[in-house]
């Protein structure tokens, strides 16, 4: 759930300018995404042949932050062992002002 709203304010400079300054705002968050991921490793052994290696992990989607770079991993509630780590967050929330003139012809 969210909201988003705006005010603006147009003020006549004569019949044909118009000062403006309008603000529109938004706040949206949306988190607790929940899922499956199937990881596929796939390895050649000795004679040559692929041997592979499927995992599914099922929990919440989380974000790490790496050293090298950051990453989204789905983890179950044992999510232990990451340094910097926190829930996966999908953030929409913007602030915007515009002022200008308009003139009509």
């Known amino acids: ?44 052994n000795i004679i040559g042949l692929v041997n592979d290696n499927i995992s599914i992990e099922e929990g919440t989607l989380y974000f790490l932050k790496r050293q090298t770079y950051p990453g989204l991993a789905i983890l179950n509630e044992n999510a232990a062992g990451y340094e910097n780590i926190r829930y996966a967050v999908f953030d929409l929330s913007g602030f915007n002002l515009r002022a200008g003139i308009k003139f009509r012809f």
Do not use: H, P, T, V
């Open 1 to 44: 759930m969210g909201f988003q709203g705006g005010i603006g304010l147009e003020i006549n400079l004569n019949q044909r300018a118009i000062f403006l300054i309008e603000c529109y705002g938004r706040y949206a968050k949306i988190s607790n995404f929940q899922g499956m991921a199937r990881i596929n490793d796939w390895e050649l």
